[in-house]
Structures are given as C-alpha cells and as structure tokens.
C-alpha cells in the first residue's frame, strides 16, 4: 500500500488521537533510543505514550521515570509481575486514546509509522494492521540472526518476516488496534507468557475482525547478542506456539509442524546412528548440508565473520523452536479451573 498522493493535504484535517503502549524489563540498553523514535513521530494528532516498567535488574525504572519526568507526553505505569501481556494489559487501561499502538522497548520506529498505522486502519477498515519486523544487527553474531530472521529457511514464510504485498493476514508483528477491537475480545490472555500477539489475533478474526499487513510499516528489531540468548527465544516461542494450538483446535500447519519433525528425525539417525544403523547418519547429515548450503544462498553480502555464524544460527533458531514445541507440558497455560 502506497502513502496517499493526499497525505500532505490530509494534514490540515482532525487526526485521531493516538497512545503508544510499550512493556519493558530490562531495556536499559535501548529504552532511550525506543522512546525517542516515538517521541519524534511526524504525526498531526496528539500523542501519549504509556509505559508498564517490570521489575528490573538494571537501570530501566530510573530511566523511564526521568524520561517521564521530562516529558509530560509519557505516562509510567506498574507491571509486578514482568510478564509481557500483563503489562500490555496495565498500559492499555492507563491509555486515554481510541487508536492502541504497540511497540517494544528494543524496537525503533521510523517517523512515519504512527501515521501509516492510521492511514492503513482507515483505509482498509481492519482491527489491527502491522508491517515488516526488520531485524538489524550490530555484531557479527546479530548481523547473522538478523539474516536468518529475514529468510525463509531461518523464520518461514511470514509476511512480517519476510515481506510481501498488502493484504489480509493471520498475525502482525506489534500491531496498531482500535481500541474497540481491544474491548471486545477483553484484551491480551495473561496466561500466554509468550505468543499472546497470534493468540488474541486469533480472537479478533474469530469475532469478525480484520488483521491486515502492510510494508509500509517497518520497524527496527534488535535480535539476541548471543547464542545462549537465541535459544532460549527459540525454545520459548515454540513451546507457547504449541500451547496457542492446543487452546485454538485447527491453527497448526506444516510451517508450525516442521521444527519438531526435524527434531525427532535428527534425533532418530543419531540414536540409530550411534548404535550401529549406519543409514541413521544419513537424517542428521543431510540435515547439516542443508543447512550449509542455505547459508551460502542466504548469506550473501554478510561479513564472513557473520557469514561463519550463520549456519549455527539456523540450527539453533529450528532445533531450539522444535524442542521447545516438543516438551510444552501440557498444562502450560492454563489457570486455575481452566
């Protein structure tokens, strides 16, 4: 979706008023750089910014505080427990606007992207709407996960990964509501830890809402410094996917599936390897050499110190997903009665 050939225009009308909601824990690193991308948003209407601080090891309170005091656009609100949803939850009860915008505290924006969100809800008459999630490294090590974010080997098929055109979609990176959409579906399920975006866009298609992906909007992502960070990403996404599937019968595909396939084959050929199968190597070796061969299609362009990193990127993004998957006990997610 192009911008409006009108836009400049349209500046002289009534635009709607817009809160940014952000959760943070242990953002010292980029909370600063975070809030003034908002902060410098080109956008005619008004503007807040509320942020739900967990409790953090590092300087984050101290931080947003001084930034709150600074800036009377920027409302500071409580998140005892730290878990990303109850804290979206605190930020959109403390907002006062009819447009939720979400973001991340290690996430940049660029200075169009509130006024993209709202010319694309009024456009196109969606619930929610969300664009590329571009990941950007620093390191050799981040340069390598942001390229692997970025391909179809490393992260699947996702528009908000990997692009694509404009259209209807099943889930967003961030997303930008109505506020009405929000209220209907009661907002985001606290006992989703992790995957509560693709959760509670479920809900809003369910009840006949739209989610719509559009390219226009872009945001900066900074991946995981380290391998052991990665993991642990991986591990966790995949075991709250599995969860989101046992919750929502039918929204589980081969994308999904395919990790922990690799998973319990690779695993098989070693085990049937190791006890004298040699055939068995052949699961796990193959597995390898796709992976090297991807790296060298897929890299291009990279630093060879990024380069070298990149097939240890991918195992680690699809063995990490696939386990985590796999070993989601089956009450995860669940509360009380539930």
């Known amino acids: 979706m192009n911008p409006s050939p009108n836009?400049?225009?349209?500046?002289?009308?009534?635009?709607?008023?817009?809160?940014?909601?952000?959760?943070v824990l242990?953002?010292?690193?980029?909370?600063?750089?975070?809030?003034?991308?908002i902060l410098g948003q080109d956008y005619?209407?008004?503007?807040?910014?509320?942020?739900?601080?967990?409790?953090?090891?590092?300087?984050?309170?101290?931080?947003?505080?001084?930034?709150?005091?600074?800036?009377?656009?920027?409302?500071?609100?409580?998140?005892?427990?730290?878990?990303?949803?109850?804290?979206?939850?605190?930020?959109?009860?403390?907002?006062?606007?009819?447009i939720i915008v979400r973001v991340d505290g290690h996430s940049l924006l660029p200075s169009d992207y509130v006024l993209a969100a709202v010319e694309t809800l009024e456009e196109t008459g969606a619930d929610n709407v969300g664009g590329i999630m571009a990941a950007e490294g620093v390191t050799s090590f981040e340069k390598a996960v942001a390229r692997a974010m970025t391909t179809k080997i490393g992260i699947g098929n996702a528009t908000f990964h990997v692009g694509g055109q404009s259209g209807e979609t099943d889930t967003v990176y961030l997303g930008s509501f109505r506020r009405s959409a929000l209220d209907r579906v009661g907002g985001y399920d606290e006992t989703f830890v992790r995957a509560q975006d693709w959760e509670m866009n479920h809900r809003i298609r369910q009840t006949g809402g739209k989610i719509w992906f559009t390219p226009r909007m872009r945001v900066t992502y900074r991946p995981r410094p380290n391998i052991r960070a990665l993991a642990k990403q991986f591990f966790h996404t995949g075991k709250w996917r599995r969860v989101v599937g046992r919750e929502h019968q039918g929204t589980l595909n081969l994308r999904y599936l395919a990790p922990p396939i690799a998973v319990v084959a690779i695993a098989a050929g070693v085990i049937a390897g190791a006890v004298g199968f040699w055939p068995g190597w052949i699961i796990p070796g193959g597995y390898a050499a796709a992976i090297l061969a991807g790296s060298v299609a897929t890299g291009r362009g990279l630093p060879f110190s990024a380069w070298a990193r990149l097939p240890l990127v991918y195992a680690t993004m699809h063995l990490a997903w696939g386990a985590g998957f796999l070993l989601s006990p089956p009450s995860l997610g669940r509360s009380p009665g539930r």
């Open 7 to 23: 836009t400049q225009v349209a500046r002289n009308r009534v635009w709607p008023a817009v809160s940014v909601i952000m959760p």
């Open 26 to 37: 242990n953002e010292e690193r980029h909370l600063a750089e975070a809030v003034g991308s």
């Open 44 to 98: 005619p209407g008004e503007l807040e910014l509320v942020i739900a601080v967990g409790p953090s090891r590092d300087r984050t309170q101290e931080i947003a505080e001084k930034l709150a005091a600074d800036d009377p656009r920027i409302v500071v609100v409580a998140n005892p427990t730290g878990r990303t949803p109850n804290g979206l939850n605190a930020c959109i009860q403390a907002s006062r606007h009819s």
